[in-house]
């Protein structure tokens, strides 16, 4: 069967493998094609590209882009980007310079909770200093000793009403739309799952996600409970969404690695079907 994973990330963001070596684990893994989707910069994809050839795997030019949609985060996943599209480009860049200063304000709320010394801290977690997020703040807490994993860090630091998590306005849900399909890419919601709408307000996001000219959303995921896979395959369905399926590895040892993940269920139109550079592959798959 065809095995593609079109969610991952690298040390130009918040994982901790470099392009190439999530490249060559994601071969290792028996992944046919995968997209490098890393947070608000595509600085990884060249390399990633490179290293895909050697290993004869298809490399998907992907971004993750971080959205404020309705007060709340929400990432959108572009994939089949061009990566060199000035207006996608210049978007991305602002995104990345709004970091370095929640950063600060993240550090400055730490230290009130008696914790000094985390924007440093989390800097040398971080191998892009633009890219500089809660999950660099996280391993350093961990490493500090205040959480004993990456979980507990999350729980108890850097999230709404807990020291360390500022309100920080991302670009909006048009923009991250308009700059992915404007380099060619199709946009995807991602892991909708982890979001804390209600029913009614998840609604409200995929109709003006689909309006915009969206086009997919994660059914599988690492974010996602195996039980909650049917419910947004039918959400995809009733939304007239495409489906896709990405582990969003960040690190060996977190969370479900690349490429181990369940098939999408069948009746998702996925993602991919149309996809030209995949057609050697679909022979693999059965049906
Ligand atoms: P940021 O974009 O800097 O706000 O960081 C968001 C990232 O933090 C996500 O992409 C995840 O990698 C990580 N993250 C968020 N919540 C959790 C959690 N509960 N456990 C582990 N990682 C998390
Ligand atoms: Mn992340
Ligand atoms: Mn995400
Ligand atoms: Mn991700």
């Avoid at 994939?79 to 602002?94: N, S, V, Y």
């Avoid at 992915?180 to 909708?192: F, N, Q």
Wanted: net charge negative.
């Amino acid at each position: 069967m065809i095995n593609i994973d079109l969610h991952c990330h690298s040390n130009v963001s918040d994982g901790v493998l470099s392009p190439t070596d999530v490249v060559a684990r994601a071969a290792v893994n028996g992944v046919h094609a995968l997209a490098l989707t890393d947070h608000d910069d595509v600085a990884g994809l060249a390399a990633a590209c490179v290293a895909a050839g050697a290993a004869g795997l298809t490399l998907i030019s992907g971004v993750e882009i971080s959205v404020t949609w309705s007060g709340q985060t929400v990432h959108i996943v572009g994939l089949r980007i061009d990566p060199a599209h000035p207006e996608l480009a210049a978007g991305l860049q602002g995104i990345r310079l709004g970091r370095i200063e929640r950063a600060q304000y993240m550090s400055a709320d730490l230290a009130r909770s008696g914790i000094t010394g985390a924007y440093e801290g989390a800097n040398a977690y971080a191998v892009n200093k633009e890219m500089v997020g809660r999950t660099h703040f996280a391993r350093w807490l961990v490493a500090q000793g205040h959480a004993p994993d990456m979980r507990s860090a999350f729980r108890r630091f850097l999230t709404r009403g807990n020291p360390g998590y500022v309100e920080h306005e991302w670009t909006t849900l048009e923009n991250a739309v308009r700059w992915i399909r404007a380099s060619g890419g199709l946009a995807v919601i991602a892991h909708p799952g982890r979001y804390a709408f209600k029913a009614h307000e998840l609604h409200r996001l995929l109709d003006a996600f689909r309006t915009l000219g969206g086009e997919g959303i994660e059914v599988i995921t690492g974010s996602h409970h195996p039980s909650e896979y049917g419910k947004f395959a039918d959400l995809a369905r009733a939304f007239g969404l495409k489906a896709s399926r990405g582990a969003d590895f960040h690190a060996p040892g977190e969370g479900i690695d690349i490429g181990r993940l369940p098939a999408l269920p069948h009746y998702c139109q996925p993602v991919w079907q149309d996809w030209p550079e995949l057609e050697p592959y679909f022979s693999l798959s059965p049906g």
